[in-house]
């Protein structure tokens, strides 16, 4: 297994390279001053993201605000489970179709001449794919989440209260991250559970997917708060699952 984390850490480094080596980092180089600039291109694009986000946010405030003139977080929250929907629709039927866990060519062949423990590589194998995919949810909710405190604090904002700004969008993407990492797990178990040695379960999409379809529309309208009376306790069900985005974004 130590060859197996040696070679997937190999595969991340030249990553992660490929990243620094645009704005002219390198790597291999441990000077001082290499790392200083290390410092440097850190809060530079940290202060360049929060900017961009916050530039964002203004169009969000108004979007948020002709979805839900009275409750702000509630349209927050319908555009954060709305992205979630339809990237689960998509990822899960991507997975469905082809293994979330896949090799190349040469690695495959390395790891199959090894006596290793096939889930041990499979949670080796997950970090970097995750990570990729939060991105995205982590932006989005930061955004929202300015766009929130955009709407919801009072009086003007000033450079005094950038921190208190900041919370918002920190406590959205925390909010967010245990759910996408919930999901996300899901669909590899999903991709994984299909191909199981000589078996082929093809006929799972037809169940997850329309399944997957059915408990976001729970979720959208239950945070459009209609009263539906048939749909009333499965609002109170879907509340629920909505607590953990309620605290991120109220």
């Known amino acids: 297994m130590h060859a197996v984390h040696w070679l997937r850490t190999r595969q991340e480094e030249r990553e992660f390279a490929y990243w620094l080596s645009l704005v002219a980092y390198e790597h291999r180089d441990h000077s001082l ?5 290390l410092l440097y291109l850190i809060i530079f694009f940290g202060i360049w993201i929060f900017v961009t ?3 964002f946010a203004s169009g969000g405030a108004v979007f948020l605000r002709l979805l839900n003139p009275i409750d702000p977080i509630r349209a927050a929250i319908f555009l954060e489970v709305l992205l979630m929907g339809v990237w689960s629709v998509f990822t899960f039927w991507q997975s469905l179709r082809r293994s979330p866990v896949v090799f190349s060519e040469q690695d495959a062949m390395l790891i199959c001449q090894m006596p290793v423990n096939r889930r041990h590589v499979t949670i080796r194998w997950f ?5 990729k995919s939060a991105v995205l ?3 989005v909710a930061i955004t929202l989440g300015f766009s929130v405190a ?10 005094s209260r950038i921190l208190e700004y900041a919370a918002y969008g920190i406590r959205a993407c925390i909010a967010i991250t245990p759910i996408h990492l919930a999901l996300f797990s899901l669909q590899w178990v999903m ?5 199981q040695k000589n078996l082929e379960r093809n006929g799972l999409a037809w169940l997850v997917i329309p399944a997957t379809i059915v408990v976001f529309s ?14 009333v306790p499965w609002n ?4 629920v699952f909505l607590i953990p985005l309620q605290a991120g974004f109220g």
């Open 127 to 131: 970090l970097m794919p995750w990570l």
């Open 236 to 239: 109170a069900i879907a509340k």
């Open 191 to 195: 991709g994984i559970v299909r191909l």
């Open 53 to 55: 986000l916050t530039f």
């Open 33 to 37: 001053a290499n790392r200083i600039y």
């Open 137 to 139: 949810f982590w932006l």
């Open 150 to 159: 955009e709407i919801t604090l009072p009086g003007v904002m000033d450079a």
């Open 218 to 231: 729970f979720l959208l309208v239950s945070t459009l708060d209609l009263n539906i009376p048939f749909l």
